[in-house]
């Protein structure tokens, strides 16, 4: 099929993939309405027709991951924590694998100003909610940390691994060049700290 046939939605997600790449890369800021235009190999009018500016793209890119990424984990509070715990370290792993362009557009979003209530609707449910309240529902002790404040140290490790490994890894003096092969071991620290969390003990199998 030729661009000139294409339909709106083929060419809406191409424009919204290479924004993605391109916002990830280089932040809002630094990206105009034509470069990703150039990039999508379409006329820069389109983009401003579909999606009317460069920040409702944005808002566009960032409301359609984030709820994406929330879907990953379908939080259940009746869910046994082993198969709750597993599911977790799936979406942690998908997250560091499969999602480093959204979460690097979310952090240089955030540095370049726009603020989180501009892309998320209160009606949206975000992961880090999700897992707040699966900690909360499973805590056997009310002395244990915060669920929030466990949820959004676990989020914050991810998004600073995406954006900041090669730094993270060398300031415990560990190479970076390791870092792909220890994402596993990485995201099983983190399941492991929230398996503390909701009382577990340190030697449970996880």
């Known amino acids: 099929m030729s661009k000139q046939n ?15 790449r391109l916002f ?9 309405i034509r470069r990703i235009a150039e990039e999508a190999g ?4 389109l983009i401003i027709r579909y ?6 793209l944005v808002t566009e890119i960032l409301h359609r991951q984030i709820t994406m990424l929330t879907g990953y984990y379908p939080a259940n509070p009746k869910q046994l924590p082993s198969i709750a715990l597993d599911n977790l ?6 997250a560091l694998n499969d999602e480093e362009n959204i979460i690097k557009l979310i952090v ?22 999700l897992i707040a309240r699966w900690i909360e529902t499973n805590q056997s002790d009310p002395n244990l940390p915060d669920p929030k404040i466990v949820s959004m140290l676990i ?4 998004f600073a691994f995406v954006s900041a490994n090669p730094w993270l890894m060398t300031a415990v003096s560990l190479p970076p060049e390791e870092y792909e092969r220890r994402k596993p071991e990485i995201i099983d620290t983190a399941v492991w700290m929230i398996a503390r969390a909701i ?5 449970t199998g996880l």
Not at 7 to 20: F, G, Q, W
Not at 24 to 32: D, I, R
Not at 89 to 94: A, I, N
């Open 51 to 56: 999606f009317g500016s460069k920040e409702k």
């Open 108 to 129: 240089r979003s955030e540095l370049d100003g726009l603020a989180p209530e501009q892309y998320v609707s209160g009606q949206d449910e975000r992961a880090a909610n």
């Open 89 to 94: 370290r799936m979406m942690l792993l998908r």
């Open 155 to 158: 989020i914050g490790a991810v």
């Open 24 to 32: 990830a890369l280089y932040g809002v800021n630094a990206v105009s």
């Open 6 to 20: 294409e339909s709106a939605e083929i060419v809406k997600d191409r424009v919204l993939r290479e924004a993605t």
């Open 42 to 45: 379409i006329n820069h009018a």
């Open 199 to 203: 009382g577990l003990p340190p030697d």
